[in-house]
């Protein structure tokens, strides 16, 4: 779901890394991460987030529940305190039925006031290593993925419940996303040279415009110093023409450019961002994530890989036509020459037709969905636990 307004507005920075794409404040402990793989930080978040239908200023709309910000960041593993009201002592466990962080007295009262937490669930924090509860037996941590339910469950739950369903284990699954997505962060870079040739080329094009401009500009005078007065008008009009061509066929080439600087930011942001979730030691958070990074990668590419051949070649040219006028000479002095330019495709047209036709439900694949992943919370649980 796109909102041209939205995108269509230049002094929107969308390629900012660790920043806000909102308020553009610095993305903190409490973030989020949208469809689109942009940051929003706690204040911006809306106060129901299960149901957030948040439309990023890129135009794209994150429904539901939303996923932790998945980049580690500085000084997030300072001291927390007791989240019981009116406790300033600093949290010494935290309940994983409600993800809340308690000191050791307060975590008694919690219990007992909360019968249907498990006092298993109550763990020592800060923890060391990822625990996703298993959304069968609520103790367990979970271990495989069973492809048929698309659920993530605990290796006894797999045994009991779903013994003929395919499972995949979780770390290995996280190592062979990892390097799918470390091919497709090849193919960005790959890609955003290719983008810099583009550009460059564009540039040179430029440059071969200004040359024939000068030429034909002599070409012009030459032939007009053979005729009189209606000569010397049609060549006022003539240079005119092909001033207009000349400012309309580079203004494009400009525009085109920003397009290819836009679609080089973006590479680079997602070259970015999705190399330091890869960096991310914690392996659900990163399967959780790694379905909209991987939606968004085939974006990315679609945009480099389907540009028009015309616009990969990079060729352009102003032409004088001029030689069966000169034949025809003064009783057709009013048609004389006219100028022309090479048709130049429109890559910010190319650009909105690409967002337009960017449907994120055709680009399903084995990866466990987000709903599903999302239904469980996600902590850290000490091994001896």
């Given at each position: 779901?796109?909102?041209?307004?939205?995108?269509?507005?230049?002094?929107?920075?969308?390629?900012?890394?660790?920043?806000?794409?909102?308020?553009?404040?610095?993305?903190?402990?409490?973030?989020?991460?949208?469809?689109?793989?942009?940051?929003?930080?706690?204040?911006?978040?809306?106060?129901?987030?299960?149901?957030?239908?948040?439309?990023?200023?890129?135009g794209i709309?994150?429904?539901?529940?939303?996923?932790?910000?998945?980049?580690?960041?500085?000084?997030?593993?300072?001291?927390?305190?007791?989240?019981?009201?009116?406790?300033?002592?600093?949290?010494?466990?935290?309940?994983?039925?409600?993800?809340?962080?308690?000191?050791?007295?307060?975590?008694?009262?919690?219990?007992?006031?909360?019968?249907?937490?498990?006092?298993?669930?109550?763990?020592?924090?800060?923890?060391?290593?990822?625990?996703?509860?298993?959304?069968?037996?609520?103790?367990?941590?979970?271990?495989?993925?069973?492809?048929?339910?698309?659920?993530m469950i605990c290796?006894?739950?797999?045994?009991?419940?779903?013994?003929?369903?395919?499972?995949?284990?979780?770390?290995?699954?996280?190592?062979?996303?990892?390097?799918?997505?470390?091919?497709?962060?090849?193919?960005?870079?790959?890609?955003?040279?290719?983008?810099?040739?583009?550009?460059?080329?564009?540039?040179?094009?430029?440059?071969?415009?200004?040359?024939?401009?000068?030429?034909?500009?002599?070409?012009?005078?030459?032939?007009?110093?053979?005729?009189?007065?209606?000569?010397?008008?049609?060549?006022?009009?003539?240079?005119?023409?092909?001033?207009?061509?000349?400012?309309?066929?580079?203004?494009?080439?400009?525009?085109?450019?920003?397009?290819?600087?836009?679609?080089?930011?973006?590479?680079?942001?997602?070259?970015?961002?999705?190399?330091?979730?890869?960096?991310?030691?914690?392996?659900?958070?990163?399967?959780?994530?790694?379905?909209?990074?991987?939606?968004?990668?085939?974006?990315?590419?679609?945009?480099?890989?389907?540009?028009?051949?015309?616009?990969?070649?990079?060729?352009?040219?102003?032409?004088?036509?001029?030689?069966?006028?000169?034949?025809?000479?003064?009783?057709?002095?009013?048609?004389?020459?006219?100028?022309?330019?090479?048709?130049?495709?429109?890559?910010?047209?190319?650009?909105?037709?690409?967002?337009?036709?960017?449907?994120?439900?055709?680009?399903?694949?084995?990866?466990?969905?987000?709903?599903?992943?999302?239904?469980?919370?996600?902590?850290?649980?000490?091994?001896?636990?």
């Amino acid at each position: 779901m796109m909102n041209s307004d939205i995108v269509n507005n230049e002094n929107v920075d969308l390629w900012s890394v660790d920043k806000c794409i909102f308020c553009k404040g610095q993305i903190g402990e409490n973030s989020k991460i949208l469809n689109c793989l942009h940051g929003i930080c706690e204040n911006c978040i809306p106060s129901d987030e299960t149901d957030s239908n948040i439309q990023c200023k890129c135009g794209i709309v994150t429904n539901g529940e939303l996923i932790n910000y998945p980049i580690v960041l500085p000084n997030v593993l300072q001291a927390k305190i007791c989240s019981a009201q009116y406790c300033d002592v600093v949290a010494k466990k935290i309940c994983m039925s409600c993800n809340k962080l308690y000191c050791k007295s307060c975590s008694t009262i919690h219990l007992n006031n909360n019968k249907d937490h498990k006092p298993i669930l109550m763990m020592t924090y800060p923890l060391k290593e990822e625990f996703i509860a298993c959304p069968h037996c609520t103790e367990k941590c979970v271990e495989v993925y069973c492809t048929k339910c698309s659920k993530m469950i605990c290796s006894l739950c797999h045994l009991n419940y779903h013994r003929k369903h395919n499972f995949k284990i979780l770390k290995k699954m996280a190592t062979q996303i990892k390097l799918k997505i470390n091919m497709d962060l090849l193919e960005l870079r790959k890609n955003n040279n290719f983008l810099n040739s583009l550009m460059e080329r564009s540039d040179h094009n430029i440059e071969i415009f200004k040359s024939q401009m000068d030429q034909i500009n002599e070409n012009i005078d030459d032939a007009m110093n053979l005729l009189h007065e209606e000569i010397n008008k049609r060549s006022f009009e003539l240079k005119k023409s092909l001033e207009v061509n000349f400012i309309d066929a580079v203004q494009k080439i400009n525009m085109n450019k920003m397009v290819l600087n836009d679609f080089k930011k973006e590479n680079e942001y997602y070259y970015n961002l999705t190399s330091s979730v890869i960096n991310n030691s914690k392996t659900f958070e990163f399967i959780k994530i790694s379905k909209i990074i991987m939606d968004q990668m085939i974006i990315a590419k679609r945009h480099t890989t389907n540009i028009p051949i015309e616009i990969a070649s990079c060729y352009v040219d102003l032409v004088y036509n001029y030689e069966q006028s000169m034949k025809e000479c003064v009783e057709k002095i009013q048609g004389f020459g006219n100028i022309t330019s090479t048709p130049i495709v429109s890559l910010p047209e190319y650009k909105t037709m690409v967002n337009l036709n960017n449907d994120h439900q055709d680009l399903q694949n084995n990866l466990p969905s987000l709903s599903t992943m999302t239904q469980v919370k996600t902590e850290i649980v000490d091994n001896k636990m």
